[in-house]
């Protein structure tokens, strides 16, 4: 019986890797818009497409990242300045890529931008931080994909939203996560609005990956800064050692977990853009496949258990 059901799954994974492995035609001719590609898997999408054959309209936060790009990839690669968090930075870029594509339409959009910080303990935060991270990393997703979906439906085109897998569970504190399931949610949605359509929406759910998201540094210094701002009594139920303790927790636990090798992240974006039977979902990293997903289907209290037997813990903590 084991066997009988081993081999089944067997032959659906070698079923799906087979149907996979067609890619869509005429490449030159298809437009790929990606958010956030100064830095991590945009910088690198955007330059694998490009090698690929597509023509990639790049989305940069600075100039730098937009000069850059140019330098490195062929002059078929068009870049545009794009603050996610600004609808007239939005719509305007959205004007100058219904001219680029003409009648064609839009192949592809791909909502990279993010950011991760600030993060912290709930109870450490003002309103105004979770209200950024979400101007960002959920409403960009939304604004930037309605202002080009009349050219992704034109073109049958694609939606490759890109969630974390921390759009399934929540262990941190701040907008992080929320905005994750935010992307989550819209994902599903639309993905059933434009099935309709000819339109496929797809989903790219990393685990940890060592970029400028997950580096350590920058995110003990989006502590220590809140930490810093925190009333006297937050800090007294914390105690004066909590940080400290979250300075190594950091070192040891959250370095180890980032693998370096983005292009499995990649690879999943490039599938998802290119390949004629795209997957609903992609959960790059193994730390994703065999840790956070299996835990975020667990009853809560084996996934509470977890994180507050891994947590720091307050000085004030009764548990
Ligand atoms: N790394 C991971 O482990 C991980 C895991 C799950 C999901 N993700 C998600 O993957 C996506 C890409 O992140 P990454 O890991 O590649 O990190 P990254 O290198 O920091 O990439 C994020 C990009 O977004 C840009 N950006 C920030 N704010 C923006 C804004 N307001 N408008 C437009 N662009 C903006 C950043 O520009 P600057 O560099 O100029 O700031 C950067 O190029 C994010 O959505 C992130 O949440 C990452």
Redesign the pocket.
Known sequence: MFLYAFGLVLLFLVFRWLRGLKRVPNKCEKFVYI??????????LARHLDEKGFRVIA????E??EDELKKICTDKLTTLH?????HEKISKAADTIKTLVGQRGLWAVV??????VPTAPNDWLLIEDFKHML???LY?VIDVTLSVLPLIKRAKGRVVN?????GRISPIGGA?CI??YG?EAFNDSLRRNMAPFGVKVLC????????????SSALKRNFEKIWERLPQDVKDEYGSDYMDKLRLAMREKFEKM??PD?MK?VKCMEHAVAAVHPQTRYSP?WDAKFFWLPLSYMPTFISDAFFLRNAVKPKVSVL
């Open positions: 958010t956030g590609c100064d830095s991590g898997f945009g910088n690198l989305g940069c936060y600075t730098k990242g794009l603050d996610v968090s600004d909502n990279n931008a993010g950011v991760s101007d960002v990393n960009g890109v969630a974390s897998i921390f992080y905005s994750k992307v790219i759910e990393p685990g940890f990956f060592k970029t400028s998201v997950t580096d980032s693998d983005l992240v990293g």
